[in-house]
């Protein structure tokens, strides 16, 4: 476009320009000079990216589940070096895909600011279940009976880094980021939130609570880091921080599944405090905690300009297409002109 657009002092588009249109998506691709053919509008199209994105991811998954199954049992698979095995190949099917699909580096996975990000993550998602566990204990509801050997905190661990990682890829990099681009942050949050919560409704000891829970509280918080930030590293050190201090550190089970970590605690008292079997996820305390902490974060991104509507997502389309629209009729008005 030869119009140029103000930029505010992080790089935001200011003035009206603002009103109409919301942050520019993350890592978004580069705008043709002209309308791009048929096939490349149908590969870009955003149904056909969050198929061919989740073919990705899970394919890496199958492929690192066979090949690690070939030289190590079941318990090695998920301790830290199996996971980060995992994690390599997810990370490098994410990127091939952005690379080959979408045409675009990995802003999201960007490394400036990584590491502070990430252990703020890890400091949140641990802090939430730990106030969560000393209410419980205030309340007689929570004792430890006993500590393991701190060799126990090895599959906890390892399971906490692959979930953090493949888990975000797939449900924020993948889903939130592909339909904010298309139908905004809010049908984003909504629909990406649904989908991760009820994709735990197989685990064990799930229930119809337990599925709206995860929903509610995890969707909420995770899908409110990456908008807060437009990146990934909040949302996977909240994921990763929240699973290991429930199964390493707390001697509670994760999302219906009873790891052994190194403490070894009886919760005593009615499920919807506790959580009951499927874990500290869907007690009241623990939802109505990270409820609060997403809220917090939501309200943090919508004051940054990270929160885009609908309406704003259309008319971004729209404007695409006008300047395509112009870029191809450009050279004939030129062709048109007397010499």
């Given at each position: 476009?030869?119009e140029?657009?103000?930029?505010?002092?992080?790089g935001?588009?200011?003035?009206?320009?603002?009103?109409?249109?919301g942050?520019?998506?993350?890592?978004?691709?580069?705008?043709?000079?002209?309308?791009?053919?048929?096939?490349l509008?149908?590969?870009?199209?955003?149904?056909?990216?969050?198929?061919?994105?989740?073919?990705a991811?899970?394919?890496?998954?199958?492929?690192?589940t066979?090949?690690?199954?070939?030289?190590?049992?079941?318990?090695?698979?998920?301790?830290?070096?199996?996971?980060?095995?995992?994690?390599?190949?997810a990370?490098?099917a994410?990127?091939?895909y952005?690379?080959?699909v979408?045409?675009?580096?990995?802003?999201?996975?960007g490394i400036?600011?990584?590491?502070t990000?990430l252990?703020?993550?890890l400091?949140?998602?641990?802090?939430?279940?730990?106030?969560?566990?000393?209410?419980?204990?205030?309340?007689?509801?929570?004792?430890?009976?006993?500590l393991r050997?701190?060799?126990?905190?090895?599959?906890?661990l390892?399971?906490?880094?692959?979930?953090?990682?493949?888990e975000?890829?797939l449900?924020?990099?993948?889903?939130?980021?592909?339909?904010?681009?298309?139908?905004?942050?809010?049908?984003?949050?909504v629909?990406?939130?649904?989908?991760?919560?009820?994709?735990?409704?197989s685990?064990p000891n799930?229930?119809l609570?337990?599925s709206?829970?995860?929903?509610?509280?995890?969707?909420l918080m995770?899908?409110?880091?990456?908008?807060?930030t437009?990146?990934?590293?909040?949302?996977?050190?909240?994921?990763?921080?929240?699973?290991?201090?429930?199964?390493?550190?707390?001697?509670?089970?994760?999302?219906?599944?009873?790891?052994?970590?190194?403490?070894?605690?009886r919760?005593?008292?009615p499920?919807?405090l506790t959580?009951?079997?499927?874990?500290?996820?869907?007690s009241v305390?623990t939802?109505?905690l990270?409820?609060?902490?997403?809220?917090?974060?939501?309200?943090?991104?919508?004051r940054?300009?990270?929160?885009?509507s609908?309406r704003?997502r259309r008319?971004?389309?729209?404007?695409?297409?006008r300047?395509?629209?112009?870029?191809v009729?450009?050279?004939?008005?030129?062709?048109?002109?007397?010499?």
């Amino acid at each position: 476009m030869s119009e140029s657009v103000e930029r505010g002092p992080e790089g935001g588009r200011s003035g009206d320009d603002a009103a109409t249109r919301g942050p520019e998506p993350t890592g978004e691709m580069a705008a043709p000079s002209g309308p791009p053919p048929l096939w490349l509008r149908v590969l870009r199209h955003p149904l056909s990216r969050l198929s061919l994105a989740t073919v990705a991811l899970v394919g890496s998954l199958m492929v690192t589940t066979l090949l690690v199954s070939s030289f190590a049992s079941g318990a090695a698979r998920r301790t830290p070096a199996g996971a980060l095995l995992g994690i390599a190949a997810a990370h490098v099917a994410y990127l091939l895909y952005l690379r080959l699909v979408e045409g675009r580096r990995a802003t999201e996975l960007g490394i400036r600011g990584a590491s502070t990000e990430l252990a703020l993550g890890l400091l949140l998602g641990g802090g939430v279940l730990t106030i969560s566990v000393t209410v419980l204990w205030a309340l007689g509801l929570y004792e430890v009976v006993g500590l393991r050997s701190w060799s126990n905190l090895a599959i906890p661990l390892g399971m906490a880094m692959w979930a953090g990682y493949f888990e975000e890829l797939l449900f924020r990099g993948v889903l939130q980021r592909i339909v904010d681009e298309w139908l905004g942050s809010w049908w984003a949050l909504v629909l990406s939130s649904a989908a991760f919560g009820f994709a735990h409704h197989s685990n064990p000891n799930a229930d119809l609570w337990s599925s709206t829970a995860i929903t509610l509280e995890a969707g909420l918080m995770l899908g409110a880091a990456f908008l807060l930030t437009r990146r990934l590293w909040l949302a996977i050190g909240l994921h990763a921080g929240w699973n290991f201090t429930q199964s390493g550190l707390l001697g509670a089970a994760v999302s219906g599944h009873d790891i052994e970590g190194l403490v070894e605690a009886r919760f005593t008292g009615p499920a919807i405090l506790t959580g009951g079997d499927f874990g500290l996820e869907t007690s009241v305390i623990t939802v109505s905690l990270a409820i609060t902490l997403g809220l917090v974060l939501l309200v943090m991104a919508h004051r940054r300009g990270h929160v885009v509507s609908w309406r704003q997502r259309r008319n971004e389309r729209r404007d695409e297409r006008r300047a395509a629209r112009r870029a191809v009729e450009a050279p004939r008005r030129g062709e048109d002109e007397p010499q």
